[in-house]
């Protein structure tokens, strides 16, 4: 913003042609102002010289000073910007002043109007325009008729030195009327020129700033040009650089490859597609075969093998013509100098991918690979001489197997019918050694046989659903007598939240838990063993069950456990003689594991004992069966009972079944302190006992119980073995006998029937009925299919011990004539048979169709899965294994029976 001196010489500076009106008229009223203003000054100051006394002077002066006072406040709105307003104010007051002043003072206004008049006209003309001159002109002219009016009536004196008169005044009005066109002509010429002059300089100024814009673009496109040449020239300079870096680089590589070509074991060479000749080879020689004696595909042919020569004419043709690479290098034989056929392998390569289609140059290598054939040779040889090893060991361990199986069938089979008769003591031991040592062989024979099957990676898993809980006491069962005769205590527990009903391999499962269970009581002289059972639920039905086998044995040191997984391998060779093993039962189990989904590991403390995790993923059965577990829990709920246990981990087992089962339990180490519970509550009514085979030990103990001041239902746990105790503890009321292992089904059983004899108990298996009876209940007509005369006798003893009078054939051939004279129902079918085998002959009897079909049971020494199968195949119905006893038989019957009813 400028300042006030700046802005009053504006004020006072002459404005150009180009200069608006505004800006014309606050110039003239300024000067005009400050010309009124210093007179007023001056004319002041000679007053008070002259010491001025008249009245009418000093009136005068007032009004005069007054009058040009105003005027110095019209000149401050101009300078604020309000110039259009302050000039006609001005012209106004100069005609008032000129006017007033002699009209108020001396009575008339005839003197002053030729000034007024005549001031008025060209000041307003100059200051604000024609249109205001025309204004002022009829104003002007009113006046001089109001003047002369006023005079012709007297209403004012004339005092000037002649009155106004008609003549004046018409003179006045024609002087001001030639006035104002003569000003009104000046101002419009003026005001022509001025717009004619704006126009020219706006032009100017127009052709001024677009000749600034051109030359400033001018300016910024070429110092955009000046910018790009030199981008340009760098671009170039660095493309230059760039280039000649590529040049020396790709002749350096050039170099490069051509040494790494010279230098490689492969023959390279580039070869002219037009004229099949070889522009290029990495060495001098091929075979012993100078470059000049292959320099084309056509020299090159004389040497190849005429087997080979059409496959490699077509394969080199299809590439030279079309450019489609085979990604599979081409074998072919090679004659070298000295009359050799070596096996070479090539590969092409379009060396121009521009024109892949239509190449102009090939890349070949070609690599001697003789010594790589002789070697695969070698190999193929060694691999079918090592498969043929490993075949004829599993023909030969599945033949031994066979062959021991056979015999064995009838060491098992005679032992559990002589166990049948009426034998002393002595007689039953020896029986049962023999029937224990051939369980025994025929457990090792069983080993080799899945060790074999592990080897060769055939060993396999099926799926079917089972029942966990039986399939582990089955499992118990089978080490139970073991177990007691070593005094040792047997203890297990299922986690009531894992499914009783899963889909796994019943058979695999119950192989794990029987070999480490073994091991177990094997490697333990005192103590306790305990198999733990729970699970994680994983997702959908899927469960991961966790086995944990505790023992209080010789334990294992800590550098010793990967050991004991090896197959062949234990811990101490010492144990080996002192407990006897192969060594495969623990690499047969872990690899067993795995193919169930989990694994196998041991935590082991030296002269401590040890403990073997195992897991299996299973999924739980579609329908699971109701057990002890949800069946009649009302009647078991707030019961009190007393749980008597010498061993720690028994008596927290049975405690814990007790209280999930919302039963009040309370725990007793010795006799004696359950008794004392027993006579001091008298609420308590139920106690469970963990006692010996002793029946001293036992007669005391109800001797005790029979002296309590209220009768006490007892439940005695007893080892497997003591049998002995069952006539003592049946003349005892409110007493019963759990032998063995004791499962939560059994255990709630018992309780059950003690506390709500009216609630269904659990028992999908009714007890096995031999004799008549279970002919009678399962009657059929039966062929037996044997050759071995042992294996015929065992067989049709075990018939006749379930009540049944089979017919006997001696092979295949046989069994069809038999089949073809007499309808049977079922057929027992050895499958290992001279003249016809029991596959062949199911086979011809599956073709007969118009022939009664009996429900054929195979009845074999191989007792693999593959075998399994294979007889299945072929049509029979169902399979039980060599060495068979009497459980195995009656339980195949008894299906084949069900069958049969249900319309098989």
């Known amino acids: 913003m400028s300042s006030p001196v700046a802005r009053v010489r504006n004020l006072f500076r002459v404005p150009g042609a180009g200069a608006t009106s505004n800006t014309r008229t606050a110039y003239f009223l300024t000067v005009l102002a400050g010309a009124s203003m210093a007179g007023v000054v001056i004319l002041v100051l000679l007053m008070s010289l002259s010491n001025m006394r008249a009245a009418d002077d000093r009136q005068l002066l007032i009004m005069d000073v007054a009058l040009f006072a105003a005027c ?48 008025l006209i060209p000041l307003s003309g100059l200051m604000l325009g024609s249109r205001a001159a025309t204004r002022y002109f009829w104003l002007s002219a009113f006046s001089i008729v109001i003047i002369y009016a006023m005079e012709a009536f007297g209403v004012t004196a004339s005092v000037a030195y002649y009155p106004m008169s008609f003549t004046l005044a018409i003179a006045l009005v024609a002087g001001l009327a030639l006035n104002t066109v003569l000003i009104r002509l000046t101002l419009h010429d003026s005001e022509t020129n001025a717009a004619e002059a704006h126009a020219a300089v706006s032009a100017l100024s127009k052709s001024n700033d677009e000749l600034r814009r051109s030359r400033s673009q001018l300016e910024l496109a070429r110092t955009q040009l000046e910018i790009r040449v030199q981008e340009r020239t760098a671009a170039l300079d660095a493309a230059n650089r760039s280039l000649t870096t590529e040049v020396e680089e790709r002749q350096r590589s050039e170099l490069r490859f051509r040494r790494l070509a010279e230098r ?57 013509t079309t450019g489609n690479v085979d990604p599979d290098a081409l074998e072919f034989r090679v004659c070298d100098d000295q009359g050799n056929w070596h096996w070479i392998q090539s590969r092409e390569t379009v060396l121009d991918e521009e024109r892949k289609e239509a190449p102009s140059q090939l890349l070949i290598t070609m690599s001697d690979v003789t010594a790589s054939k002789e070697r695969e040779a070698a190999l193929r040889t060694a691999t079918l001489v090592a498969e043929a090893a490993v075949q004829a ?42 029937r224990h040592s051939s369980h025994a062989l025929l457990a090792i024979i069983n080993d080799i046989l899945d060790f074999s099957k592990m080897e060769a990676g055939a060993l396999k898993v099926a799926h079917q659903e ?46 794990v838990l029987i070999n480490l269970l073994s091991n177990a009581v094997k490697f333990t002289e005192q103590g306790e063993i305990t198999l733990l059972v729970d699970s994680t639920q994983l997702e959908n039905t899927k469960y991961r069950l966790h086995f944990a086998i505790q023992d209080t044995g010789v334990g294992i040191p800590a550098d010793q456990i990967e050991h004991v997984f090896r197959p062949f391998s234990q811990v101490d060779f010492s144990y080996t003689r002192q ?67 010498s061993s720690d981990t028994g008596r927290g087992i049975l405690m814990n079944y007790a209280i999930r089962w919302g039963m009040v339990a309370v725990a007793a180490q010795t006799a004696a302190e ?16 963990k006692i010996s085979a002793d029946p001293d030990a036992l007669a005391a103990l109800l001797a005790d119980l029979a002296t309590l001041p209220h009768p006490i239902n007892t439940v005695l746990c007893a080892p497997v073995t ?11 009321a409110g007493c019963e006998l759990l032998l063995g292992p004791i499962g939560p089904t059994e255990f709630g059983d018992a309780l059950l029937r003690f506390s709500a004899p009216q609630a269904v108990v659990v028992n999908p298996d009714p007890p096995q009925q031999t004799g008549q009876a279970f002919a009678d209940r399962y009657p059929a007509k039966i062929l037996v299919v044997e050759d071995n005369a042992v294996n015929q006798k065992v067989m049709m003893r075990i018939l006749e011990r379930l009540g049944y009078h089979p017919a006997l054939a001696s092979s295949g051939a046989d069994a069809l004539a038999h089949v073809m004279q007499s309808a049977f129902d079922i057929i027992l079918m050895d499958v290992q048979m ?70 098989r």
């Open 264 to 320: 490689s074991p492969d023959f390279i060479f580039v070869v002219a597609v037009e004229s099949e000749e070889w522009a290029y080879a990495n060495r001098a020689t091929f075979l012993g075969h100078p470059i000049a004696a292959l320099s084309s595909r056509n020299k090159l042919a004389h040497y190849i093998h005429p087997d080979d020569l059409p496959t490699f004419a077509a394969r080199t043709g299809t590439v030279m």
């Open 674 to 689: 359950a008794l004392q519970v027993l006579r001091t509550d008298p609420t308590m009514r139920t106690a469970v006992f």
């Open 393 to 434: 060991r599993s023909d030969f361990v599945a033949n031994m197997s066979h062959e021991i199986r056979t015999p064995m069938n009838g060491v098992v089979g005679m032992s559990d019918l002589l166990l049948g008769t009426a034998l002393d003591a002595e007689q039953r031991d020896f029986v049962e050694t023999i």
């Open 72 to 119: 110095g406040a019209l000149i401050v709105l101009a300078w604020r910007g309000h110039a259009r307003f302050a000039a006609h104010t001005f012209a106004v007051l100069i005609y008032l002043g000129s006017v007033l002043p002699t009209l108020l003072v001396f009575g008339t206004i005839a003197s002053p109007t030729n000034m007024g008049f005549f001031i």
């Open 579 to 645: 407990h006897g093993g192969t060594g495969l039962g623990l690499a047969i189990s872990k690899h067993i594991c795995q193919k169930l989904g989990g694994d196998l590991w041991l935590e082991s403390v030296h002269g401590q004992g040890s403990t073997f995790h195992f897991t299996i993923v299973a999924a739980a059965g579609a329908a699971q069966k109701p057990n002890v577990r949800n069946l009649g829990l009302p009647f078991l709920q707030q019961q009190r009972l007393v749980i008597c246990s």
């Open 466 to 511: 089972l029942n966990l809980g039986r399939c582990i006491e089955d499992a118990l069962d089978v080490i139970a007598a073991t177990v007691a005769v070593k005094g040792l205590d047997l203890h297990f527990y299922l986690d009531p939240a894992t499914p009783e009903v899963i889909n796994s391999d019943e058979h695999r499962l119950r192989q």
């Open 834 to 903: 001279p003249v016809m085998d029991g596959l062949e002959a199911t086979r011809r009897l599956r073709a007969m169709p118009s022939m009664p079909q009996p429900y054929v049971i195979a009845l074999t020494a191989a007792a693999t899965a593959e075998d399994r199968a294979r007889c299945l195949a072929v049509g029979m119905d169902d399979f039980v294994p060599k060495p068979a006893n009497i459980n195995m038989v009656s339980q195949a019957l008894e299906r084949a029976v069900r069958t049969m009813l249900a319309g």
């Open 722 to 732: 003591a049998v002995q105790l069952r006539p003592l503890v049946a003349a005892s």
